[in-house]
């Protein structure tokens, strides 16, 4: 069974899913923010859970949504140990694997792209039908087991190192066209011939490729020698990627408190796609404060009660403790928060949940604002909250039971 390709046609990047059959857990390889709602569309429609949001690298031309994954499905972060991404739990080293289910993938360190650049390797063992649990009966619509695949399949997830008739750039980010040639040739041009490549990106709406392919036909390394491909790669002379400046910051952050098309200045909020806008928590205050609007803490029971709450804030759990399920009846209980159709705001632990919530108030025909940072802000470098934005850290009244 194939992974579930999915295409940015902005950055031409790929994500990919992957799953167990039996278990539904999954892994999403290199999402992409402005793909967030069609992932987690895939992921309900799929019926899977997001066990694991992993990067291949930290990307320039494009931002991660991998926080914004975890914070809405309880997945755990995994990024390359090499890539500066503080925010990711799981630091990934070379031979590391991650489970999913029955499944796993192994990480193979292909430095060259770019320093820390990995690559993923899926080896699929066949499972016979008659081990399999009767659930397994029950996979999703387009998703049936193929009974004409009776062996076992391998896949690699290639990032930016190999491309289906190409490879990713060396130029910036720490690359090395030498490390690249040795990462291609040594390892990836190493497993067996009839492995799948899933590239990160393709420019001529081509999906995938062979090893034994890319062996045989990949321009820039057939019959190469080392010093050819490194004065190929040194003669490129390819124009700065256009969002490095912006993406890989934000990538080693996971893609948290990723650039807005505005940001709120003088109280005033900042436009938004999907609901009305982004408030500071200075702002959602004074108009908590003067009666223009209320405030609806969509935290779970669990973190008002044990982190904070915020007086006079009306509770309306987007998700509750354990399991991270929808609260079913969240339509319901945010428009009797909203009263007399008065604007609502959203806080949550940081400002991922409450913009879902703020747009589905929003679909319910209330005036949503976001309030940016939520109630402990985003984690810093050390992966502490608290230190640098959200409603406690600009000393705003909350208090503890
Ligand atoms: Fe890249």
């Known amino acids: 069974m194939n992974p579930t390709q999915l295409f940015d046609p902005t950055s031409h990047s790929y994500t990919y899913i992957l799953f167990d059959e039996v278990s539904r857990d999954a892994l999403i390889i290199d999402p992409v923010t402005e793909q967030l709602e069609r992932d987690l569309d895939a992921l309900r429609r799929l019926n899977l859970k997001l066990k694991w949001a992993v990067e291949t690298h930290a990307h320039a031309d494009h931002i991660t949504s991998a926080a914004q994954l975890a914070e809405m499905t309880g997945a755990q972060l995994a990024a390359p140990v090499g890539c500066g991404v503080g925010t990711a739990a799981v630091q990934l080293k070379h031979g590391d694997v991650l489970r ?23 080896e699929r063992k066949w499972h016979d039908p008659e081990e399999v649990p009767t659930e397994a009966s029950n996979v999703p619509l387009g998703h049936e087991m193929r009974p004409d695949l009776r062996q076992d399949e ?32 040594g390892q990836l041009f190493t497993l067996p011939d009839d492995t ?52 890989v910051p934000a990538n080693q952050r996971s893609g948290r408190n990723a650039p807005q098309a505005s940001s709120p200045a003088r109280g005033e909020p900042a436009l938004a796609d999907g609901y009305a806008g982004d408030i500071t928590p200075e702002t959602a205050r004074q108009w908590m404060d003067s009666g223009r609007a209320v405030l609806v803490d969509v935290r779970t029971d669990a973190e008002r009660e044990w982190v904070g709450f915020v007086p006079g804030a009306a509770a309306v759990a987007w998700k509750q403790w354990p399991g991270m399920a929808l609260n079913p009846d969240f339509d319901v209980q945010v428009q009797a928060a909203a009263e007399e159709g008065l604007t609502v705001m959203l806080l949550c632990r940081s400002g991922v949940r409450s913009i879902a919530a703020a747009k589905r108030a929003t679909e319910l025909g209330l005036t949503a604002y976001n309030v940016l940072g939520g109630f402990e802000g985003d984690p810093d470098a050390n992966a502490q909250r608290g230190h640098q934005n959200g409603w406690r850290h600009a000393g705003l009244p909350w208090r503890q039971n």
């Not at 490729?209 to 490194?230: C, Q």
Request: aromatic content about 10%; proline content about 5%.
């Open 196 to 247: 799948i490549v899933w590239p990160g990106h393709d420019y001529h709406e081509r999906t995938q490729s062979t090893i034994g392919l890319e062996k045989a036909t990949n321009p820039r390394l057939a019959d190469k020698s080392r010093d050819e491909f490194v004065a190929l790669m040194d003669a490129l002379d390819l124009p700065k990627p256009r969002r490095i400046d912006e993406a």
């Open 100 to 122: 999913f289910g029955r499944e796993a993938v192994r990480v193979l360190h292909t430095p060259g792209h770019t320093q820390g650049s990995v690559c993923f390797y899926w």
């Open 154 to 185: 391998r896949h690699v997830f290639t990032g930016d190192t190999l491309l289906i008739g190409g490879c990713g750039r060396t130029d910036f980010q720490s690359g090395s066209a030498a490390q690249l040639y040795d990462s291609i040739t």
